[in-house]
């Protein structure tokens, strides 16, 4: 069984940074990904990589201004966020999942746990 926690979220005005983490246990998936979802909105895909060989992929919203990471080590992802929008408002959620294709990894139906959830608000 996988297990995933995120930490990291808060409160940040726009322009600002903010980091989170998802610590995951358990079976290795083959990608980690990070979405998220706004209050009244559906849930949107924000950025994943790949455990091996740590390929990454993102939604062109956050393109530039996002960096996700991995620690193989620690079990550890990471998305660094700078130059904050209050449009980044939401609760990210961090997911393992088995996506081979671009198109699937972006895809949250190809993911099977997921975690809590970390809010993340970008004041203006």
């Known amino acids: 069984q996988v297990q995933l926690v995120e930490s990291g979220g808060g409160l940040v005005q726009a322009g600002g940074s903010l980091k989170l983490s998802c610590a995951a246990s358990?079976?290795?998936?083959?990608?980690l990904g990070w979405f998220r979802q706004a209050p009244g909105k559906e849930r949107e895909f924000v950025a994943a990589?790949?455990?091996?060989?740590?390929?990454?992929y993102y939604a062109d919203s956050v393109k530039g201004r996002f960096t996700i990471s991995r620690d193989n080590a620690k079990n550890t992802a990471y998305l660094e966020m700078n130059s904050l929008k209050p449009e980044d408002t939401a609760v990210y959620y961090c997911?393992?999942?088995?996506?081979?294709?671009?198109?699937?990894?972006?895809?949250?139906?190809?993911?099977?746990?997921w975690g809590q959830g970390t809010q993340v608000t970008v004041s203006s």
């Open positions: 990589i790949r455990w091996n060989g740590g390929r990454t």
């Open positions: 997911a393992a999942g088995g996506g081979v294709t671009t198109t699937q990894t972006m895809s949250g139906e190809w993911y099977d746990n």
């Open positions: 358990g079976p290795r998936r083959y990608v």
